[in-house]
């Protein structure tokens, strides 16, 4: 029997006072035990504040990125040891893969995003400067810091890996240490995940600790720098949320919990479209991939009222086609629930859906497992309800059978399958399977308000789309009302839930040293050689290069567009172009400027300079009339390091007319050796 550790404060503490026993969803026999009433909850915190949270918080964001791909390749190298552990909750091998192979991926994607889209340093700058000021030199802009508490993480038993992984990859990015509670049933596997992270020696003291069984008092010694991440019930989420210390201190508190998630065939989906077949298999898929334990599994399936008898007879078809037993057979493509405890719940809350809808496939008394006891063990078979009047049911739109049960009803009109998503009262994904741009754009203003996500694919995507009930790192994952009203994921935006956003307001120069990024108006460093001269390293902030000036000539606008092919009447017909109320006349074209810009603040000798990669945030904002002439300022606006060989450096480029008025400003991005 294995004993489920707690690591708390430094140290491994086995099971004692208040341990749990842990069954196998295949054999209901006892295979771990885990909990320890004596864990010093306040020690924990303190660990977690005092080492974890400043020696993450010393590192900027690129460092921990790079923690983060180096955890997950550690992981990736082990992850058959997960895969071996994780059968006795009852998943199968492509189970599995969602959940280690989906924790691990979701952990590579906020690696790649904190190294493309974050800083190289310790403050996020959300947005650029506002003016305050007339002159110029009272600025404000947005700032995210880490929180410097800690992050509670309480996570539901489906996913013992990715659960864990999906909230600490955001969390750790954003320099938050965390404490993991992951659910009792399924413990034993997050607990092998984290030692394998603790073992690689790649996060800092502190950084990361794990609650295997109840965390006692925890909540009571929270404060406004810390965070909880919830994943489960509603009920759970209600009594977690009216904590009085939660409340008093305004602890951030994110909630996903139950959803009753529903997927859409559209009008246009007829039987032989494309359509109609994905839609068959994805509700077969949602239903089945974890025994239906997924909290975006669908739960309701609306069809045109027309289409309800070949639906049902379709998804039964392919249900009939599930073989359930051992989840360690190769011929098992549906496992157990996570326990006996769950199987009744399901039970339940498919007889009280029962009362509403009629049962049209599976049985839960007369089915078959294959190299299991079906008693012994948490099984239970797909079950689909028909719901022949969901405006007057309720429990189809309020239940949630945590398991492999869902139910079809029908729809009269696109207004009607509208209505019918709604009464969800908020879920975290509705699906739409359609080919019709109309019907998306209908079911989007009518329910994207009650929705985290709305997913539609069809004959075009459908090589390329994920599935209903993948929630994916880029995008947002919560819901409104039901739901839980909270959000995880998203990219850069799941790592902000862990920071907190602060105005800042002062003189430019006063933004420059807070961002570590230039601002327009801050002293310039203009007493040295031409920056295309000087190294990476070399380089401040602020280094500026002004040049002399050129004079735009007609010759110049013509021989530009015959060259270019850009004839456009602006720049080739003077009373075409008077005409134009923004014009004085024939005016050289925008890339002309920008041609003769690098023409003029170029340094043509081989140098430090290697490529010039892009650039950013182009505004014209006067013409150039044939005689006017024009200069650039160059400055040193942000460095980032890349990589063993180069950084990336980003100029600020400001073009000016002979009135020292500016007619054009954008950002260069250039490669520039060490």
């Known amino acids: 029997m294995l004993d489920v550790s707690s690591y708390a404060a430094g140290q491994w503490i086995a099971p004692g006072a208040g341990a749990r026993n842990i069954a196998s969803a295949i054999t209901g026999d006892v295979i771990a035990q885990a909990g320890n009433d004596a864990l010093d909850v306040q020690a924990m915190l303190a660990y977690a504040r005092d080492t974890g949270g400043p020696a993450l918080r010393k590192l900027t ?35 599995h893969k969602i959940d280690v192979d989906g924790g691990i991926g979701t952990m590579m994607v906020f690696a790649a995003k904190g190294r493309r889209e974050m800083p190289d340093a310790h403050v996020y700058l959300d947005g650029p400067p506002e003016q305050l000021g007339r002159d110029g030199q009272f600025l404000g802009r947005h700032i995210c810091t880490p929180l410097q508490g800690v992050a509670v993480h309480i996570n539901a038993f489906n996913f013992p890996v990715w659960g864990m992984l999906e909230k600490l990859a955001p969390t750790l990015l954003a320099g938050v240490p965390a404490i993991v509670k992951p659910a009792t049933a399924t413990c034993y596997v997050t607990e092998a995940c984290l030692r394998m992270m603790l073992d690689s020696g790649l996060l800092p003291e502190g950084a990361l600790q794990l609650v295997s069984g109840g965390l006692g008092d925890m909540l009571d010694h929270l404060d406004c720098q810390d965070a909880i991440a919830f994943t489960g019930s509603a009920d759970t989420a209600l009594k977690l949320r009216g904590n009085r210390r939660l409340m008093q201190n305004s602890v951030r508190f994110a909630s996903e919990q139950d959803s009753l998630n529903a997927s859409v065939l559209g009008p246009d989906a007829t039987p032989g479209t494309p359509e109609f077949d994905l839609f068959v298999k994805e509700v077969q898929r949602e239903m089945t991939a974890k025994a239906g334990q997924k909290c975006t599994a669908i739960r309701r399936i609306m069809v045109p009222d027309a289409l309800i008898e070949p639906v049902i007879e379709s998804i039964s078809e392919r249900l009939g086609k599930i073989s359930i037993g051992d989840p360690r057979l190769e011929t098992t493509r549906m496992g157990a629930l996570v326990s006996a405890g769950q199987k009744r719940d399901v039970l339940e809350k498919a007889a009280a859906i029962g009362a509403e809808a009629e049962r049209v496939f599976g049985d839960p008394d007369d089915f078959t497992v294959a190299g299991a006891d079906r008693d012994k063990g948490a099984f239970v078979p797909p079950m689909l309800f028909h ?52 019907v998306a754009r209908e079911i989007t203003l009518g329910a994207a308000a009650f929705h985290g996500r709305l997913y539609f694919n069809n004959r075009i995507s459908m090589k390329e789309a994920t599935g209903h009930g993948a929630p994916l790192p880029h995008m947002v994952h919560g819901g409104p009302g039901r739901a839980g009203g909270g959000e995880e994921l998203g990219g850069i935006r799941g790592v902000m839930h862990y920071m907190q956003r602060t105005a800042v307001q002062g003189s430019p120069d006063i933004l420059t040293a807070i961002g570590q990024q230039w601002v327009p108006g801050a002293t310039e460093i203009s007493d040295r050689a031409h920056p295309f001269t000087r190294t990476f390293d070399q380089l401040d902030l602020g280094e500026t290069f002004n040049s002399p000036s050129r004079t735009v000539t007609l010759d110049d606008i013509e021989t530009f567009a015959h060259f270019t092919g850009d004839t456009f009447y602006a720049h080739m017909d003077d009373e075409a172009a008077r005409a134009n109320p923004f014009f004085p006349g024939r005016v050289a074209h925008g890339y002309l400027l920008l041609s003769f810009a690098a023409g003029l603040f170029v340094q043509p000798d081989p140098g430090p300079v290697l490529a010039n990669t892009g650039l950013d945030n182009l ?12 200069k650039v300022r160059l400055s040193v606006k942000h460095k980032t390091p890349r990589n063993e060989e180069y950084g990336e450096v980003r100029w600020h480029v400001t073009l000016t007319n002979q009135d020292d008025k500016p007619v054009a400003a954008y950002e260069l991005l250039t490669m520039n050796a060490y």
């Open 387 to 438: 719901c022949a009047d969901p405006d007057s049911a309720e429990r189809v739109h309020d239940t949630e059978a945590f398991g492999p049960v869902s139910t079809i009803m029908p729809y009269r009109d696109l207004p009607h399958a509208i209505q019918l998503l709604n009464k969800g009262k908020g879920s975290l994904v509705a699906s739409v399977i359609t080919n019709d741009g109309d």
């Open 61 to 95: 964001f690129h460092d921990r990125a790079r923690m983060l791909k180096a955890l997950a390749g550690y992981l990736n190298d082990r992850k058959q040891a997960l895969y071996d552990l994780s059968y006795d909750t009852g998943a199968t091998l492509s189970d």
């Open 619 to 630: 505004r014209f904002m006067e013409p150039v009339a044939a005689g006017d002439s024009i």
